[in-house]
């Protein structure tokens, strides 16, 4: 699956998608504590960039 009118590639957040990651970007300031805690608790141990300008480690 892709976001609309781009080619990003949306997939489901997992150990075997997180593999590669360095990074994850976070654009949904109103839901950011609970999608960096579901990542969290789905093994995501990389940093999580947010629209709060900081870095989550």
Known sequence: MYLQNSSII???PNIKNFKDLEAIIIAAPLYEKEI???LREKG???DI???EKELKK
């Open 10 to 12: 949306i997939q489901e």
């Open 36 to 38: 960096i805690r579901s």
């Open 49 to 51: 960039i947010t629209t």
């Open 44 to 46: 995501y141990k990389e």
